[in-house]
């Protein structure tokens, strides 16, 4: 029943009565069983509780259950506590896909001059999540350790990732798979490891799963300012967190202000919709429902952005001329007005976490 219909309209009783039985075939298995692979599996199904139904009416059940369960695992492996991969050298190359830098404050607005001045164009704050002017992200620092992050949410945990380089390749897929094996995927991990698909958690509700990192960040001014409804977009009722984490060495692409390693940004005002040679029309459901999705390959690596200027004439003339570019660096906070076009890419070695708050 969840999958056979989109899933925004599927009736709640249905994914409260998944949510109850993951819970149920969780303790049942952990009561009957005390081998460690019956823990973990228990783990896992918890997980999916949350991931899959958002622990519909249980989720302090769910996190208390994980909890008790993962206190019966032995310490974490030394091997657990393996360093960072360390970042080659990154210099910042000439803007190539777009002409403008976006526009970089030297001190942050206040409510009231960001509600009448800055409200609808971008803008960056460089280092903002590190300075005094803001209360400092433990984030920045914590988040590189792979020992801290398993520290804070347990052995056996699994998470939702998409595999492939950009949502809109032919190739691209989700799956789920364990938090240990997704750090290491995403570079986390100082071994060398053999090339495969490259792993993205996107526009994810982790917090939702692992409030305990939570704790590591906090809210800018801005998120509580209450800006005016804009065309096309009415602000949700609540602050709504996503968490966007994956490799950089231009692996990802997506069609989200950075908390550690480097993401480069793409953005075009929303007037250029009309020129963005969007998907949609009468393909498969999938191209119909990534009407909000260009088909110009921004941020994909190329010598020259401009030798597909031949395929996407009303792009080059309408658009480029417009579009804005920069490197997000860690602990830079990006504020993006709603309806604006919008590109990013992990750049350097690597893993790159990001965090977008809407409101």
């Not at 909890?67 to 032995?74: H, K, L, M, S, V």
């Not at 830098?101 to 164009?121: A, C, E, F, G, R």
């Not at 958690?201 to 990192?213: G, R, S, V």
């Not at 480069?264 to 009309?274: F, G, K, L």
Request: glycine share 6%; hydrophobic share 40%; net charge negative.
């Amino acid at each position: 029943m969840i999958n056979s219909i989109p899933f925004n309209v599927v009736p709640r009783h249905w994914l409260r009565l998944y949510t109850d039985a993951a819970l149920l075939q969780s303790l049942g298995a952990v009561v009957l069983e005390s081998k460690k692979e019956v823990w973990l599996e228990s783990i896992r199904k918890l997980d999916m509780a949350i991931i899959v139904a958002g622990a519909v009416g249980r989720k302090e059940w769910i996190l208390a259950t994980i909890r008790d369960i993962q206190a019966q695992f032995p310490s974490p492996d030394d091997d657990d506590d393996r360093p960072l991969k360390k970042a080659r050298l990154y210099v910042e190359p000439s803007l190539l896909y777009a002409p403008n830098p976006i526009p970089v404050l030297h001190h942050p607005p206040s409510i009231d001059t960001y509600l009448s001045t800055y409200l609808k164009h971008p803008f960056i704050l460089r280092g903002h999540l590190n300075s005094s002017s803001n209360p400092p992200w433990p984030a920045c620092n914590r988040w590189c350790s792979t020992k801290y992050l398993l520290e804070k949410v347990g052995r056996g945990r699994v998470v939702p990732v998409e595999v492939g380089e950009a949502y809109d390749d032919e190739s691209w897929t989700q799956k789920i798979i364990p938090f240990t094996e997704f750090l290491v995927r995403a570079g986390f991990d100082a071994q060398d490891l053999p090339e495969s698909s490259p792993l993205y958690l996107a526009q994810y509700a982790l917090f939702d799963q692992f409030p305990e990192l939570e704790k590591d960040i906090c809210y800018p001014d801005y998120v509580w300012s209450s800006p005016p409804p804009m065309e096309s977009y009415s602000p949700p009722d609540d602050i709504i967190v996503n968490v966007w984490v994956g490799s950089g060495n231009e692996e990802i692409v997506s069609p989200a202000h950075t908390v550690i390693g480097r993401k480069r940004v793409w953005v075009a005002p929303p007037s250029c919709r009309p020129h963005m040679h969007a998907h949609g029309g009468d393909k498969d459901l999938a191209d119909q429902y990534m009407t909000n999705t260009s088909k110009v390959p921004i941020l994909r690596p190329t010598n020259d952005f401009k030798t597909i200027q031949s395929d996407y004439p009303e792009f080059f003339r309408h658009v480029w001329p417009v579009s804005l570019e920069a490197v997000l660096e860690p602990g830079d906070l990006m504020v993006m007005p709603p309806g604006w076009w919008h590109a990013m890419r992990g750049e350097g070695s690597g893993p790159a976490w990001s965090i977008s708050m809407w409101y």
